[in-house]
Nanobody, 126 residues
């Protein structure tokens, strides 16, 4: 009931695109920011993007800004991450998560998120 489910990952060539989806249930997007995180083998989990509870504030890590776009469809209770111009260094497991502190500025801190999806694998390779 209270969950997030990612989908849309896969194998793509450098320069290609993928669109990730995060389907949420048990709560409304109007009360919680939703973030995208990723974790590559041997590396720390890092914040990729976040959309505010109003849907008006969009945040991106510097490494993806200009290439990734976060959006949402409140009618479908779904958050999206459009990933363009993908690079091998984008390879990771991607997670979406619910932020329990909608007015905190440090959206990239995983400790602020109380619900996590299972993750979806994104592999960028030629």
């Amino acid at each position: 009931q209270l969950r997030l489910v990612e989908s849309g990952g896969g194998l793509v060539q450098p320069g290609g695109s993928l669109r990730l989806s995060c389907a949420v249930s048990g709560f409304t997007l109007d009360y919680y920011p939703i973030g995208w995180f990723r974790q590559a083998p041997g590396k720390e989990r890092e914040g990729v993007s976040c959309i505010s509870s109003s849907g008006e504030s969009l945040n991106y890590a510097s490494s993806v800004k200009g290439r990734f776009t976060i959006s949402r469809d409140t009618a479908k209770n779904t958050v999206y991450l459009q990933m363009n111009s993908l690079r091998p260094e984008d390879t990771a497991i991607y997670y979406c998560a619910r932020n329990r502190y909608p007015y905190r500025s440090n959206w990239y801190d995983p400790v602020l998120y109380d619900l996590w999806g299972q993750g979806t694998q994104v592999t960028v390779s030629s």
